[in-house]
């Protein structure tokens, strides 16, 4: 054998034993309902709102795990937002064309609001309180007061809007346009169409620093990330992760971010100022989405086909 061809057989043999090794360890699990899809961690409350897609609920959990109640809704959630500042927790009703918003203290629903048909992405701009609903069936974004929850406009967006962000330094909204391979940005304040970058095969959610304004988007369908600066609107990069990319978590202050690849069961971490992937753990099968409570260092997984939410350190990651 050539020195060449056991340098690289030694090197493929090194990557595989770090993607074979053993899962990044648990805390503990969580239950929660069936097929939890999405979930968010609220620090003003100390809750964590998990939506189970199965059930067409939402589970409440303490930081520590334990179980404080169930939110049931009229149609599943897949996606949920939190204003912590107003104490609410937003959750698209999909088949029945409304969010439903709940009091993240009480868990009573306090109102409903009409959106458009298959209501599936949405963020909150905790600066304005302003909350933004993309709208799968009739490719639109619908922007909501907040507090009173009034409608305050209805945008095209294109085929198939999927995940949303705010940036809160320029109340920019980005709208990934899964079935156009690109992110369409919106003025937060006016509607107006301001932008739309192509991105890699697939897009489906996204999610950005709210201090740097670099907006994380994940390439599905092609294994990737890309790196964009939501304030030049451009591309900064596009890093290779694992297979079908698709839940993100940033830490803003470490300037870290985790990508759940969902069919590869791992989890691919990512450095904002080197613009790089420098680590990879191996995750449980099936993970949908991911979320930080940064304050205690842990990250919550959504273990779908297990109806539980694993606890991790993050310095063990």
């Not at 100390?46 to 189970?52: E, I, K, N, Q, W």
């Not at 520590?64 to 996606?79: D, F, K, P, Q, V």
């Not at 079935?179 to 959610?205: F, L, N, Y």
């Not at 390439?219 to 030049?232: F, H, I, K, Q, Y």
Request: hydrophobic share 40%; with cysteine; proline share 5%.
């Amino acid at each position: 054998m050539s020195p060449m061809r056991g340098s690289a057989l030694a090197l493929a043999l090194v990557l595989a034993g770090c993607l074979t090794g053993a899962e990044v360890p648990r805390v503990t699990t969580l239950s929660v309902g069936r097929w939890p899809e999405d979930l968010v961690f609220d620090p003003g409350s100390g809750r964590l709102f998990v939506a189970d897609e199965g059930s067409a609920t939402v589970t409440v959990l303490s930081a520590t795990g334990e179980r404080i109640g169930t939110i049931r809704l009229m149609s599943r959630a897949r996606h949920l937002a939190v204003d912590s500042a107003l104490g609410r927790v937003y959750a698209p009703n999909e088949g029945n064309g409304f969010v439903a918003v709940f009091d993240t203290r009480t868990l009573r629903e306090v109102s409903r609001i009409s959106v458009g048909p298959q209501p599936h992405g949405i963020a909150v701009d905790g600066s304005t309180h302003r909350v933004f609903v993309a709208n799968e069936g009739n490719g639109s974004l619908t922007a909501l007061e907040g507090r009173s929850g009034h409608v305050l406009f209805t945008v095209p967006v294109g085929q198939g809007p999927g995940g949303v962000t705010v940036d809160p330094a320029t109340a920019r909204v980005f709208v990934v346009s899964v079935k156009e391979d690109r992110v369409v940005v919106v003025d937060g304040a006016s509607g107006r169409w301001i932008a739309a970058i192509p991105v890699r095969r697939g897009p489906t959610h996204l999610r950005v620093n709210g201090q740097t304004g670099i907006v994380y988007v994940l390439n599905t369908e092609a294994g990737s990330v890309s790196m964009l600066d939501g304030r030049t609107l451009s591309v900064l990069s596009t890093l290779p992760v694992g297979n079908y990319p698709i839940g993100i978590a940033v830490d803003e202050t470490a300037g870290r971010v985790y990508v759940v690849n969902n069919r590869g069961n791992t989890l691919s971490v990512l450095d904002e100022a080197a613009r790089a992937v420098v680590g990879t753990r191996r995750i449980p099968r099936n993970v949908s989405s991911a979320t930080l409570n940064r304050e205690a260092g842990l990250l919550y997984l959504a273990l779908k086909s297990e109806n539980r939410v694993a606890v991790v350190r993050l310095r063990d990651l």
